[in-house]
Every structure is written in structure tokens, then in C-alpha cells.
């Protein structure tokens, strides 16, 4: 067993072009509903990051093999979106589960607004028990400012996202010495540091022609999400059952630091509050006891001047600081809405104001 990933609460998995399209081309729904049967299986949160716009569309468009200039792709991706994205909602659907479709841009994940957007989002529908399936915004990117490969992206969501494991799911059970079509190339179980990847060769380009990274880019996303604190598991997409049931199958890329201890450190640490939450004895209760999120309801008063994505000090009624965390609200938006439940607030000011004020992943003990 692997307690790297049974332990794991929020796992983003990502699926290549290659594991979800037949031989002659367009969606193979067999190969999804399986993906998804070992996915809705998982009692952890899953967010999905999605391959295969551009595969699906080629076919209803009449083309043979994926184009090579960006606008018959992102007609692709566009047409071969939507396919996907009823093919997942129909399969999560036979489980009682509900998809929300995420497409997200470079900046998206890289610019700090932006960035609390997509957070934002990611973390409701999480929160709403739906499964967010994610694939970069292929008809407005350019070729500038395209990810062009989702593992990459998929690293970046996991960081985003908090979560505890990244999976990656391809047409290859694992990583090998060498192209695993050759002779003598030696399934990897285990990489512990980027010495183990010495005298591995990733060059050759996947052989289905429809996906686009490679091994290339699964090093270099399990190196993104490794450093960030994340393990990663890379296996073929059959295996997602046997991986997410924590049994040792493909390749292991042992994390190289702490990450969520590591942000908390710095927010306990390094930042210097912004101002101070007051908060009533239950919610004082709920966040150092059950490790709640702090909402509108349990705050009493609010001072200092500080903007949505600051740190700020938690403070019992003796104003002693009891936690440290990231405010989801402008200092001036709280005053109106301390004291009322979310459900109140939802239905007098519309859902933004259903969120929490410090959601729990956002919070340390101090
Ligand atoms: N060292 C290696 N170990 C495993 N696979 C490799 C290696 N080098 C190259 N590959 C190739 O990478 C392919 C996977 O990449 P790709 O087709 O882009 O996948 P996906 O569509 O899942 O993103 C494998 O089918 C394999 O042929
Ligand atoms: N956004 C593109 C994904 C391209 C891509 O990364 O493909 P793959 O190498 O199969 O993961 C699409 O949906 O077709």
C-alpha cells in the first residue's frame, strides 16, 4: 500500500489524449466510463485534468490526424470540447455525480488574480461535491501563451488546488529506462530525487500521434509538482482503479519537501497581519478543534485595513491571536455581514457571499 495516496483528501488526475480515443480516432466512451468508474470509486475530492479536445473533434470535422497550424486545432479542440465534456458528464452521471467544465489559460495559473479565481472556483465545486474537469482554453489561447500539454498544467492545478497527489494517466504503465517499445528498457518504480532520472531517456515523442508531450513533459511535471510538496504517480489509465486503491503499481515520484507544512510556516511566520478578526467563543472552538473554516457568522468585529488574499490575525475575546490566515473579503465588505449565517447572506446578497471568510486550507494554529 501506498499511503502516499490512501492518505491523500484531494487528488488531481490527469489523462492523456492517447487513453481516452480509439485507434481510428474520436472518443472511445468505453475507455471513459472505465476512467470514470475508478475515479467516482475514490473517497477522495478528484479534480480531472482532461485531454482530448482537439483528438475528438478531428473526426466530426473530417479530419484524418491531429493538424499542425494552431486554428484547425482550436476548431478542433472547440468542436472535440463539448463531445468531452457530455461523454464525462454522462458517465459521472451514472455514479450521481455532477461535472463542471474548468478551461483555464497560462495566466490563469499564474497570475496571482487570476489565480484566486481559478482557486476560488476549483475549491466551491470541490466544496458542492462535483467533479471539476479541467483542460487549458485551447480556442482563445495562442500559440504565445498555449501550455500546448496538460501535464504541465495539471501540475500547476495540484499546486493550486492544495492537493496531496498528482496522478498522471497515459497510454505507458509507467516510466522506463528508455522507449519502452526497445529491448531492455527496465520499468522505474521509484524516483526519489532528480538523480534517479540520470541516464533515463524521455525523448522519444508518444507513438499514438494523438497526444502531444510525451515522457518529456510527465518528467517535467512530476518535477513541478515533486518540488511543490506533491508525490506523483504515473501509470497507464486501466490502472487508475489499482493506483487510487493505493496498490504499487507505475512509477512513484517521491516529493522533495513538505509543501502544505511549508505555506502554513510561512504563513505563520513570514507574513505580517493585516488586521485582526474578532471571532465569538464557538467559532474560536470550531476552527482550533474541528479545524472549520471561518465563516461571517462566528466574527464579532473586524479591524484593520486589509484587501481579499491578505494575511490576517484570528483573535479569541481576549484578542488573543488564536490562528493566522488568508481572508477571502476586502476589510470594508465584513462590517454588514458579521453575525449572519451563509445561507442568509447567500439568499440577501447572491452565492459570491456564500464563501467562507477563511477557508481551512487557508488557516494555522498559532
Ligand atoms: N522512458 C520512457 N518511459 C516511458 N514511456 C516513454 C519513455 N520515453 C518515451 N516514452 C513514450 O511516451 C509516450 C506517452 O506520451 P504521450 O503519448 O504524449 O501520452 P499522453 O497522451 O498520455 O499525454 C509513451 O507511449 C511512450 O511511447
Ligand atoms: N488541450 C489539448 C491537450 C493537449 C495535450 O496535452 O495532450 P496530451 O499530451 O494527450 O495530454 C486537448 O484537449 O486536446
Known amino acids: 500500500m501506498r499511503e502516499q495516496v490512501t492518505e491523500a483528501r484531494r487528488i488531481v488526475v490527469k489523462v492523456g489524449s492517447s487513453s481516452l480515443t480509439t485507434a481510428a480516432g474520436g472518443l472511445d ?81 499564474t497570475r496571482r488574480v487570476h489565480y484566486r479565481n481559478a482557486y476560488r472556483t476549483l475549491r466551491r465545486l470541490l466544496d458542492l461535491r462535483a467533479v471539476p474537469i479541467v483542460n487549458e482554453n485551447d480556442t482563445v489561447a495562442t500559440q504565445e501563451i498555449r501550455f500546448g500539454d496538460n501535464d504541465r498544467l495539471a501540475a500547476l492545478v495540484a499546486s493550486l488546488v492544495h492537493a496531496d497527489l498528482l496522478v498522471l494517466l497515459s497510454d505507458v504503465d509507467g516510466l522506463y529506462t528508455g522507449d519502452p517499445a526497445k529491448p531492455g528498457s527496465m520499468p522505474v518504480t521509484d524516483v526519489r530525487s532528480p538523480d534517479d532520472l540520470s541516464g533515463i531517456d524521455v525523448k522519444r515523442p508518444g507513438k499514438a500521434g494523438v497526444g502531444t508531450g510525451g515522457m518529456v513533459t510527465k518528467v517535467e511535471a512530476a518535477r513541478i509538482a515533486t518540488t511543490s510538496g506533491i508525490p ?58 474541528r479545524h472549520a473554516s471561518l465563516l461571517p457568522a462566528g466574527i464579532t468585529a473586524v479591524d484593520g485595513r486589509f484587501a481579499a488574499g491578505d494575511p490576517v490575525d484570528l483573535v479569541d475575546v481576549g484578542g488573543v491571536p488564536v490562528a493566522r490566515g488568508l481572508v477571502n473579503y476586502d476589510a470594508t465588505e465584513l462590517p454588514p455581514l458579521l453575525g449572519r449565517s451563509t445561507g442568509e447572506l447567500a439568499a440577501a446578497l447572491g452565492p459570491a457571499y456564500e464563501r467562507e471568510v477563511v477557508h481551512r486550507d487557508d488557516l494555522v494554529l498559532l
Request: glycine content about 8%; aromatic content about 4%; charged content about 20%.
Open 232 to 289: 506523483v504517480v504515473l501509470t497507464s489509465a486501466p490502472n487508475a482503479g489499482r493506483v487510487l486503491a493505493g496498490e504499487p503499481v507505475g512509477t512513484l515520484f517521491h516529493r522533495l519537501r513538505e509543501r502544505p507544512q511549508a505555506r502554513l510556516f510561512w504563513l505563520a511566520h513570514a507574513t505580517s497581519p493585516r488586521g485582526r478578526l474578532h471571532l465569538d467563543p464557538g467559532a474560536v472552538q470550531a476552527v482550533i478543534q
Open 29 to 109: 466512451a468505453e475507455r471513459v466510463d472505465a476512467l470514470v468508474d475508478a475515479l467516482a470509486k475514490s473517497p477522495a475530492e478528484v479534480v480531472l485534468v482532461s485531454s482530448g479536445a482537439i483528438a475528438a473533434g478531428l473526426a466530426p470535422l473530417g479530419l484524418s490526424r491531429r493538424p499542425r497550424d494552431l486554428s484547425t486545432q482550436q476548431a478542433a479542440a472547440s468542436v472535440g470540447q463539448g463531445l468531452l465534456m457530455r461523454a464525462y458528464n454522462d458517465a459521472f452521471a451514472r455514479h450521481g455525480r455532477v461535472v463542471g467544465q474548468v478551461l483555464l489559460t497560462v495566466d490563469d495559473v
